[in-house]
């Protein structure tokens, strides 16, 4: 890979990450079995405790084979996609539009191998009996990346060269977004109600995407204005932090 289709890999494998991440840390906490043995007496010794492995790493793993797999079969131009390329070619905009449309979704993810398929539907990303195919899957997936890399660069203003890491979960080797610790859809709100001035309305937070999802998760817009505008205060909530715990040891291994 050049370093743009590189850029775009890791775009790419952080949109896949987030639902499955999310479908993960539903339950984060290492699963307990019990020790083979008959629990009818009534003397019997209580179940030995076994901690299963850590899973993080099979994760990470899992997400970056599979993103591997997805990426290498979308089409070249979708691969090298950029902002700037795609500002200065008609062809592009007339191909890759924000939102994506259904047509287009279905008319580069139904070519996919079907040895995807198979692997999402064994690792139970995908449950055939309920009518859900890759494309169900990985169009919202598609359509975040395209819309990641048709939005315009930053104001000056959002620009922080000194942010490295996620504000959260303190990954450094993963793309960031900027996360509007006042959230844009209630800014009239916020300035009717006085919760805060203008000024303070494009304070961002840099985070990870699957960062950014989980604080979308935990509160609603509105919340978030109101009480949870600070990464400090953020990080005050017991969620977030187990969050950040959790999701920093979800780790891509270097190639």
Not at 159 to 170: F, G, N, V, Y
Request: hydrophobic fraction near 35%; proline fraction near 7%; charged fraction near 25%.
């Amino acid at each position: 890979m050049d370093e743009t289709e590189s850029s775009n890999f890791q775009l790419f494998r952080e949109c896949l990450s987030t639902p499955l991440i999310e479908k993960s840390s539903t339950t984060p906490e290492k699963k307990t079995r019990k020790a083979r043995g008959s629990c009818r007496r009534k003397t019997a010794i209580k179940p030995v405790t076994v901690e299963e492995p850590d899973d993080a790493e099979e994760l990470a793993d899992f997400i970056d084979y599979i993103a591997q797999e997805i990426f290498t079969n979308l089409p070249s131009d979708l691969r090298t996609l950029t902002y700037s390329a795609w500002l200065n070619t008609p062809s592009l905009q007339f191909t890759y539009t924000d939102p994506l449309p259904t047509t287009t979704a279905h008319k580069i993810l139904d070519p996919l191998p079907g040895t995807i398929t198979d692997t999402l539907t064994t690792y139970s990303i995908l449950n055939p009996t309920q009518g859900q195919t890759t494309t169900d899957f990985l169009t919202p997936i598609l359509a975040t990346y395209i819309s990641s890399l048709l939005t315009p660069p930053p104001r000056a203003y959002l620009t922080r060269p000194l942010a490295t890491e996620s504000e959260i979960c303190d990954r450094s080797w993963i793309p960031l977004t900027y996360h509007h610790l006042i959230p844009r859809g209630v800014h009239a709100k916020v300035l009717k109600r006085g919760w805060h001035t203008e000024d303070q309305l494009e304070n961002v937070a840099w985070l990870c995407r699957a960062c950014h999802s989980f604080v979308h998760r935990v509160a609603t817009l509105e919340e978030l204005a109101r009480e949870w505008y600070t990464v400090e205060r953020l990080l005050e909530r017991e969620d977030v932090r187990d969050f950040a715990k959790w999701v920093g040891r979800v780790r891509w291994k270097t190639k």
